[in-house]
């Protein structure tokens, strides 16, 4: 015993030997009541000061697991090991919802593609963080740490953080936004916002509109809340017009979730005149609009697009679903749902139950990171990179893959579609042998579709794996092409 | 136009004029194509330097809201407002879901009692942030971003941030639980844990136990989950065991939740004897068990004692959620369920569809928070402070109130109970117009009754307060038996 002490160099040594030992008592290689060696013998035994020993028994003493008797040293108490028995056992199997069942099974982390150290991934879609400007992120923590430090770090309100919030409001305003009877309420991240918004909406119909194909988590979600999926096809300006009157005309719907910007996973931003025309025709069907922001900041070419809760105007038909994770830094757990304020009032009792708030730190931290100014600054060092990189992408998939269509108008990745018949979870099992891999495109599809179409994540892909995976994929795609003849 | 630009002093004006040129576009105070007065006019106009008329101008270019033309100046962009018609009017109220409907109408914050500026309030039970290191946190921050910041601002894991899932790991082992076949996950603070857990649990029974009076917030997502709750009636030393079986012999349920230390409202630690007694009842009738391991850090006296996932062994049959938020920080939203490892993976799904993962930041900070060996020393300072608070408020409320009994070994409040047919709601509205609040007992209560009761927490009411406060609740108490004859 005592013979297997080996203290990690960072943290205070006291605590590692009152953890030791309190391991020794568990383990029952201490029993109760027995006695501690003396806190000299302790310290040459683990070689560590005296001192040292003294501290960490005071400490094992204050959590309970030993006890002090005058002028005989100290002994381990009883209570501080509980009989491990009696044990049983649940099939947990068995227990289990048809929500955790399905969670698992939609749950791509854990079934989906995976990427071994060294191949070159196009899965990604997330920001590229050699972009972080990790000065600016301390500064604005420790800034506001000063201001209200006590404050951050206790409890918060569910609406979110209030200079956040007021922050969020004028920059919806900005682009055209009408505020008027609306509200908003802070979440971790779009997903949140999504499944929350899900949550209160009552079923009617049960069936929800949305793109096809559409954002897979989104179809994850409206799965997840038992909602039949219609999904309507997408042309070169956004979703088919005359099939969505056509589905509206047909059947009722709780709700459409559309992506107008940089559309996931096609990539295309959908027409100003578009944007009115849709608005409209939701209006006159009564269904409300879930609007996915997305990464309307994204923006690389042609000029600003307001967003479909703009073109609504005073109406209270759109709910807008915003984040800076793809912008800014997914690490940082923060989303908005902009709305009708009484639907508002309700969204937030449900993120109360949920999560009671969003974490304080990440919503004042982004909050000071802006006010100081550094999302332009860091928004036009983002644009140039994905620009440079989204045209890099561009070049390659023209020169090397025989694709019938391409997409993408900006955002992080392209849209590729073949000829009908074509498999790219074929093609992906050919280039994940040569270290390459991409979103096969069936998992965007509403109605198992899109089995010729993948998505092309390149914002954490350098330049030259760009050039050399692209090339790849063509190669394999063009072998594929002649074997099908 | 021009006259009305008030730029804050700390954030770069360059930015505040781009944004109040926007308003000016987006109010329609200027019209798409009108040229934009030139740099040096506008910086007349709003008293700023030419240079940041320029930096505005370009920013609002790369933003699309206007554009140049060669040796013209620029011009409001066409696209930059929409129009703001057709609008539209959906009556929410009638889309929502039972679940919004029930999730606003048992929000306390909402329809709770509110406490004006002055009054003293015992409503509390969150930590008292004079307590907060805040140099040791922001100490804790600045190293882990200097280690790994681009990691940390970048997508985390759904089941938590690596070394704290291992701390925590380690934490619970010295907590004297046997680790085999068990797992982690981190989640939002106890509540999404909670939140997380019921949504993987199937409904067969549709039943649910718990300690009456227990934590109302428990009760609340009990019912969201549309769950019957069958209370079982406190004792000095935890929930009746005979009732309880009397329960399991009546009818299936599909889990216990139960607070065994520091129970909510009531204070009561559950004894070790009744801790083995009651897990092994469990086993018997397999009925798995939700731990609420709330704030068992908070022990003034006594000795270590296990959680009831420590008393189950080898056993997978409870799934303990732990939180620091009560003992810590409650603006860092983290807690942590370990459970069985299979079900472990299903929740970690489930939480991926909801928030996709915790906050990497609170993470990593409260991880090297605690790596510093800042928890000990904080949790010695904290355990002083609010033993003293406690021994106080004891002191005051057996001094002056006339209660039938008295509960609360620890924590952070005590809980009050009258005798029979006194109404601590009548005793709240004479406290309040004296200026002191309190919560009603009858709000943790499962089955309508505790109408005698009231909690008092005393964590963030400074001393004089405290027998101030006390003395009116006594003094009012008094008044109401004696009209009671």
């Known amino acids: ?102 969670a698992e099974e939609l749950d791509l982390m854990k079934h989906g593609i995976r990427s071994q150290k060294g191949t070159i991934s196009f899965t990604s879609i997330a920001p590229d963080e050699k972009l972080f400007d990790l000065g600016n992120v301390k500064r604005a923590f420790l800034d506001r740490m000063a201001m209200e430090g006590h404050v951050l770090l206790n409890y918060g309100y569910a609406k979110g953080y209030k200079p956040l919030m007021d922050y969020l409001l004028h920059y919806m305003e900005h682009k055209g936004v009408d505020l008027t009877g609306k509200d908003i309420l802070i979440t971790n991240g779009f997903t949140e916002g999504f499944d929350i918004v899900l949550s209160a909406l009552g079923k009617r119909s049960g069936r929800v509109l949305c793109e096809n194909p559409t954002h897979n988590t989104a179809i994850k979600n409206l799965r997840l809340h038992g909602f039949d999926i219609t999904g309507i096809p997408m042309e070169q300006d956004g979703v088919n017009l005359q099939e969505l009157e056509r589905a509206l005309a047909e059947q009722r719907f709780d709700c459409a979730y559309l992506v107008p910007s940089y559309h996931n996973p096609t990539g295309i931003v959908m027409s100003v005149q578009k944007r009115l025309e849709l608005v409209r025709l939701m209006g006159e069907y009564r269904v409300p609009i879930i609007e996915d922001g997305f990464n309307e900041e994204l923006r690389y070419t042609a000029s600003h697009v307001s967003p479909l809760i703009a073109a609504a105007g005073s109406g209270n038909g759109v709910i807008y679903i915003g984040s800076f994770s793809k912008v800014l830094f997914p690490g940082l757990r923060v989303g908005w749902v902009l709305a009708d304020a009484e639907l508002v009032g309700y969204l937030e009792s449900i993120k109360r139950a949920r999560t009671i708030h969003t974490s304080t730190l990440d919503q004042s931290t982004l909050y000071q990171y802006i006010h100081n100014g550094n999302l332009e600054k860091y928004l036009r060092r983002a644009r140039a990179e994905y ?57 965007f599809y509403t109605d198992g579709g899109g089995r010729h179409t993948m998505r092309i994540g390149f914002s954490r892909v350098a330049d030259e794996e760009i050039e050399l995976g692209i090339r790849v994929i063509g190669e394999q795609a063009r072998v594929l092409l002649q074997e099908q003849g």
Chains 1, 2 share one sequence.
């Open 1 to 102: 015993m005592f013979n297997d002490f080996l203290p990690m160099p960072d943290r205070p040594v006291y605590i590692q030997v009152k953890d030791y030992m309190k391991r020794l008592m568990i383990k029952g290689a201490l029993q109760p009541h027995q006695k501690l060696p003396s806190t000299r013998e302790l310290g040459e035994l683990l070689q560590v000061s005296r001192n040292t020993v003294i501290a960490a028994y005071a400490a094992l003493e204050e959590d309970g697991f030993t006890y002090t008797q005058q002028g005989k040293g100290s002994f381990v108490a009883a209570t501080s090991v509980m009989s491990a028995e009696p044990s049983w056992r649940i099939g947990w199997q068995e227990r289990l919802s048809d929500q955790a069942l399905q």
């Open 387 to 443: 620009k440079r990189k989204y045209e890099l992408t561009l070049r390659c998939c023209r020169e090397h893959i025989p694709y019938a269509e391409l997409t993408g108008h900006g955002g992080l990745h392209l849209f590729v579609v073949f000829a009908q018949g074509f498999d790219t979870r074929r093609l992906l099992e050919r280039c994940q042998l040569q270290g390459v891999i991409f979103t096969p495109g069936d998992i």
